[in-house]
C-alpha cells in the first residue's frame, strides 16, 4: 500500500492507525458535540424569540444573567503570572520574565481570547486554549500564538481524562480550496470539499446554500502524537485530508514539532466529568429550571392578557349593536328593545391562583441557589441588610463557588504560560525587545532571548505563581476605606513609625511594601530634624486598637482577588 503523493518518512501502515484512530475519536465524541450544538441553540432561543409569533414566548434572561455575572468575576481577577526561579542562578532571568510575560500576552491579544474563552467555558462546561509559535507572525520572524479552540473540532482518545495522555490528538478546520491549492499546488486536485460534509457545526448545513459553501472548503485534520527519540519525547504532527498526507514534521528531522514534548493544547475545565478531560457547564444545570420558569411565564401572561381584557357575550337578535360596542371611540351604543341580563352578559376571566406565582418565584430562587447567583453577588440585598459591612461580609462568604472556579482557570492559565515560556526558550534564537511600562509612566526597555533560559547542562527552571492583575472596584473601595481609617488613628505619624511599619507588616494590603518605604523614609527625616521616633511600648491606645482592628479584619474571609 503507498499514499498518494507522498514521499516521506510516514509509513502506510502508520498513517492507516492515525485514520482508523481518527473516525474512532470522532464516532466517540459525538454525544458530546451534539450537546455543546444543542445547548448553544437552545441558549440563543432564550434572548432570539421568534418575532412572527402573534404572542410571542415569554423568555427571562436569568441564565444569561447567571452566566454574564461569572464571566465579570473572571474578567475582574484577570490573572497575571509572576515566575519564581528555582535555581538562584536564574533570579535575574525569572524577574526579566516577570516583567516580560504580561506584554508577550497582549501581543498575543490574549486578554480578549480569555474573555472569549470564559464565555465558552460557561456555557459548554470547558475551553481549550492552543499555544502555538506561528512562523508567519512577527513579520516573518516567528512568534507565539494563542488561540481559543473550538472542543468541535478536537477529538482525543475515549476514555482518558487527561489530553495529554491521549495517543493521538486531532484538531479539524474547513481550510478553502484556492488557498489550499496555493500552498500545496501539486495536491491541488485533491481539494474537492467532499470530506467536508460529515462536519458537525452550530448552523443548519442542510440548506442548499450551506451545502455550497461547503464544497468550496476541504476538512483538513491535525494530528499531534508524541515520539520517543532517544531519551527524549517529542511532539510530532501529521496534516492531513481525505487519506491524503499534506505535510509532516518527522520529514524534518527528529528534533520534533516542540522541545517540550507536550500537545500545544491546555482544556479550562468547569465542572469535570469523572470519564473524560471535559465537563459539563452552566446551561446543562440550569437549563430544566429555566425552562419550568419560562413555562409558568407564558401561562401567567396569557392570564393576564386575557383576565385583562373585559369581553361581553351578546345574544344573537338581541338589538345591540355589537360593532358600536367594540368600538372603544363611541359614545353612544344604539340598541333595539330593552337590555337585559339575557341579551349581554359580562365575560372575564379569573386571575391566576397566587400558588402559582409563587411557585414561580421559588424556581427563581432554585435556579439563582444552583447557578450560585444569588443577590449579594450583584450589589442586592434583601431581609432588611442594609448596613455595608454586613453586605461586604455576605459577598465573601458568597464568593466560594466564584472563587474555586477562578482558581481552577488560574491552573490552566499557569499551563499556558508554562508552554509561553517553553516556547521563547526553542524559538527565540535573537533577542527580542519589549517596552515596559511601570505603575509611575515610566519605560523601560527589557531584551530577551530563548538562550538566556539555558539548555543541555544548566537548563533554567522556573515556577509560576498566578494573582489577580487587578483588584476588583469592591475590593479597592474596602482597601481605601482601611487606609484613610489608619489615617485618622494616627497611625502614619512619623512619631509612630515602628509601630506602623510593625501593623502594616502584619496586613493584607496590596502595596504595603511602598507604604512600609515611605514610612521608613518619613521616620529618618522625623529623626534627622532632631526628634526621635517615640518606642512601640509607648505608643497611645488607639494604636493597640487600630492593631487589634486589623487582626480581626485578617480573620475575615479573603476576596476573590486574594485566591493566588
Not at 492552543?130 to 477529538?155: A, T
Request: proline share 4%; hydrophobic share 35%.
Amino acid at each position: 500500500m503507498k499514499i498518494d503523493n507522498y514521499f516521506g518518512k510516514i509509513t502506510p501502515e502508520f498513517f492507516g492507525k492515525v485514520q482508523e484512530s481518527f473516525k474512532l475519536y470522532k464516532d466517540h465524541k459525538q454525544l458530546f458535540d451534539r450537546r455543546i450544538i444543542d445547548n448553544n441553540k437552545w441558549y440563543k432561543s432564550r434572548y432570539a424569540s421568534d418575532p412572527d409569533a402573534p404572542i410571542p414566548e415569554p423568555t427571562t434572561p436569568y441564565l444569561f444573567n447567571a452566566i454574564a455575572n461569572k464571566h465579570a468575576d473572571a474578567m475582574d481577577n484577570y490573572p497575571e503570572p509572576n515566575i519564581l526561579e528555582r535555581d538562584e542562578r536564574d533570579s535575574g532571568i525569572a524577574e526579566k520574565l516577570t516583567k516580560i510575560l504580561p506584554m508577550q500576552l497582549e501581543l498575543c491579544d490574549f486578554k480578549r481570547t480569555y474573555s472569549r474563552a470564559w464565555w465558552y467555558k460557561l456555557k459548554n462546561g470547558a475551553a481549550c486554549y492552543g499555544v502555538f509559535y506561528n512562523p508567519d507572525f512577527g513579520r516573518g520572524k516567528g512568534d507565539i500564538d494563542i488561540k481559543r479552540i473550538d472542543l468541535l473540532n478536537l477529538f482525543w482518545e475515549p476514555g482518558i481524562i487527561d489530553i495529554q495522555d491521549s495517543r493521538f490528538l486531532f484538531l479539524t478546520a474547513l481550510i478553502d480550496n484556492e488557498e489550499l491549492s496555493v500552498k500545496y499546488p501539486h495536491l491541488a486536485d485533491r481539494f474537492t470539499g467532499s470530506g467536508s460534509m460529515d462536519v458537525l457545526t452550530y448552523d443548519d448545513m442542510q440548506n442548499t446554500a450551506s451545502r455550497d459553501l461547503l464544497r468550496d472548503k476541504t476538512l483538513v485534520v491535525d494530528c499531534y502524537y508524541k515520539r520517543r527519540v532517544g531519551d527524549k519525547q517529542t511532539v510530532e504532527l501529521i496534516k492531513f485530508t481525505d487519506g491524503t498526507i499534506l505535510e509532516a514534521s518527522e520529514d524534518l528531522g527528529d528534533s520534533g514539532l516542540y522541545d517540550h514534548g507536550m500537545y500545544p493544547f491546555v482544556l479550562d475545565v468547569l465542572y469535570p466529568d469523572e470519564d473524560s478531560p471535559v465537563g459539563f457547564g452552566l446551561v446543562d444545570i440550569v437549563k430544566n429550571p429555566q425552562l419550568y420558569i419560562d413555562k409558568l411565564d407564558s401561562l401567567i401572561s396569557k392570564n393576564a392578557l386575557i383576565s385583562g381584557k373585559i369581553r361581553f357575550m351578546v345574544k344573537d337578535n338581541g338589538g345591540l349593536n355589537e360593532y358600536e360596542l367594540s368600538d372603544v371611540s363611541r359614545d353612544i351604543i344604539h340598541v333595539a328593545g330593552s337590555v337585559g341580563d339575557e341579551n349581554i352578559r359580562e365575560l372575564q376571566a379569573k386571575p391566576m391562583p397566587s400558588f402559582i406565582i409563587q411557585h414561580r418565584q421559588n424556581k427563581i430562587q432554585e435556579l439563582k441557589e444552583i447557578s450560585g447567583n444569588r443577590d449579594f453577588q450583584q450589589g442586592g440585598t434583601y431581609g432588611g441588610v442594609t448596613a455595608y459591612s454586613a453586605i461586604v461580609a455576605l459577598q465573601q462568604a458568597g464568593e466560594k463557588l466564584a472563587r474555586d472556579m477562578l482558581s481552577t482557570g488560574y491552573d490552566a492559565f499557569r499551563d499556558v504560560v508554562y508552554l509561553c515560556v517553553e516556547l521563547i526558550r526553542q524559538f527565540y534564537s535573537d533577542p527580542r525587545s519589549y517596552r515596559i511600562t511601570d505603575g509611575d509612566g515610566k519605560s523601560e526597555y527589557v531584551r530577551l532571548s530563548g538562550g538566556e533560559l539555558g539548555s543541555g547542562y544548566h537548563r533554567a527552571e522556573f515556577d509560576i505563581s498566578v494573582s489577580a492583575e487587578k483588584n476588583n472596584p469592591y475590593s479597592r473601595i474596602a482597601q481605601n476605606q482601611t487606609l484613610t481609617e489608619l489615617w485618622q488613628m494616627g497611625v502614619f505619624d512619623p512619631a509612630r513609625a515602628d509601630a506602623a511599619v510593625l501593623m502594616l507588616e502584619a496586613m493584607h494590603i496590596d502595596g504595603k511594601e511602598k507604604l512600609i518605604e515611605g514610612i521608613k523614609n518619613m521616620k529618618a527625616e522625623f529623626e534627622a530634624a532632631g526628634a526621635p521616633a517615640q518606642p512601640i511600648e509607648k505608643a497611645p491606645a488607639q494604636h493597640k486598637a487600630a492593631g487589634a482592628l486589623i487582626q480581626n479584619q485578617n480573620k475575615e474571609p479573603k476576596s476573590a482577588t486574594e485566591i493566588a
